[in-house]
């Protein structure tokens, strides 16, 4: 019990004295136009902190410095805008004390599909049924609402449909509740099944009676399930409370323009990567004024001090981002350097330990750096996760999911009508072994239809 407390206190301290860690994980998800908001926020906020389009130096007064013991030592007068250039403005120590904190930063908003399949994984540990349910998930809209029954899914992906109502009846035990319904009714159905207390009359009246809900026709309602007026309008209070489009809170669907946050370019036969943050301000310490407030007295001084600690803070956290960001964008193109060359159908499988590795940082800082990230490539612009992919077998040895996935639109295009089972064996005649569901996972991730509508 003694060293359980002992424990706790040390992992308290650490997390108390870690401030510019915290900072620094946060700004590595956002993306450059993000990243911009954040900073003009920050400019507003903090009279210490200013803006210098006409420089690219960093102005930090020594005498302002706050000797902070969590600010590692890093000479800003040497900061550039030159990627190969920045210098590195962290420690080991500080990695550990990075590790330390990441799981307790939420990652940036998922889909609803990627929130289903992290619950699915959780509730089963068989790969085949966790593949399968996937597939099932595929089948729910961006509203939460599954989109085909059972028997003709089982149809579509020729697999067994007491399997698949199983697989549906686990997922509708999800969140968020009512996810997985078919309809409005089911939706309802789900959600009140899930109140403490139950409201009997609220799941009668949304079982048998929506039609008269939707007129607000109270008495009728009241007359065929012999109860009285008042008692159903409670209850369609409480209907009322439930949300009609569950996938509703995961919509990210509002217009985004992408705006690459590296560019990987071959100039004179040799390839490059540039981070293209040219339109992000420089910032720089506002000494003067800062020099002014630590000399007006106790108070301004103190504010003088928090202000400038936020200021050095935000520095270090853009700096480190954008170095972290350099690094992968280097790894990315020299373990996927046959796709820069050649085009999709090249991508290697690549994970992110792959990456962490090659850079030296954790697996959880890769992912964050990548997150809401695009690379503007020969090729197109990608999202940087697109450049990581499962294995699949293959007889040359493993492909990349998104290699697999442009090879069988490439087929599609060929031939529009094949089926899933058809374009499976032309899989293999490239060598490509996947099950014929696993066609059809990705043919709908590509949003291409079934070769009955296409």
């Not at 820069?340 to 590795?357: I, M, N, Q, T």
């Amino acid at each position: 019990m003694k060293n359980a407390l002992h424990l706790n206190l040390k992992l308290k301290q650490q997390l108390r004295l870690s401030p510019q860690m915290i900072q620094s994980i946060k700004l590595l998800m956002l993306s450059n136009l993000d990243l911009l908001t954040h900073i003009e926020q920050e400019l507003s906020d903090n009279p210490l902190l200013e803006s210098d389009n006409n420089s690219n130096v960093v102005d930090v007064d020594s005498n302002l410095y706050l000797n902070d013991p969590d600010m590692p030592n890093f000479d800003w007068v040497d900061y550039t805008d030159d990627p190969a250039d920045v210098p590195a403005v962290h420690s080991d120590d500080d990695d550990k004390k990075r590790q330390f904190i990441e799981g307790g930063i939420s990652e940036a908003k998922e889909s609803l599909h990627e929130h289903l399949i992290n619950q699915l994984r959780l509730a089963c540990s068989d790969e085949e049924l966790i593949s399968l349910g996937e597939t099932v998930i595929s089948y729910i809209n961006n509203d939460g609402y599954l989109t085909m029954d059972a028997p003709l899914i089982a149809l579509d992906l020729s697999a067994d449909a007491a399997v698949i109502e199983k697989i549906i009846a686990t997922i509708k035990t999800f969140e968020p509740t009512g996810v997985g319904g078919r309809n409005l009714r089911e939706v309802l159905l789900l959600q009140l099944a899930a109140l403490k207390p139950r409201n009997e009359l609220a799941e009668r009246i949304a079982d048998q009676h929506l039609t008269l809900l939707s007129q607000k026709d109270y008495t009728a309602i009241a007359k065929a399930l012999n109860s009285d007026a008042e008692r159903v309008r409670a209850a369609a209070g409480v209907i009322a409370s439930c949300e009609p489009f569950p996938g509703r809170q995961f919509d990210n669907t509002k217009i985004r323009y992408i705006v690459p946050d590296l560019r990987i370019e071959k100039k004179e036969g040799e390839w490059h990567v540039v981070i293209t943050d040219d339109y992000l301000p420089s910032l720089r310490i506002n000494k003067k004024y800062g020099a002014t407030l630590r000399t007006s007295g106790e108070d301004l001084g103190k504010f003088a001090a928090e202000k400038m600690g936020s200021a050095l803070a935000l520095i270090y956290a853009i700096e480190q981002r954008r170095k972290t960001l350099y690094k992968t964008g280097k790894a990315i193109l020299e373990l996927q350097h046959d796709f820069f060359e050649h085009g999709r159908e090249h991508l290697k499988p690549l994970l992110l330990r792959d990456v962490a590795s090659a850079i030296g940082m954790s697996e959880s800082t890769v992912s964050r750096i990548s997150n809401s990230k695009y690379i503007e490539t020969s090729w197109g612009v990608f999202p940087v996760k697109y450049f990581f992919s499962v294995p699949v077998r293959s007889s040359s040895g493993t492909a990349s999911k998104q290699s697999v996935k442009e090879t069988i639109r490439l087929i599609i295009a060929e031939n529009s009508g094949l089926s899933d089972e058809k374009i499976k064996a032309l899989l293999s005649e490239r060598g490509i072994e996947i099950a014929r569901r696993t066609v059809a996972k990705y043919r709908k991730e590509l949003k291409i239809l079934s070769s009955r509508d296409r």
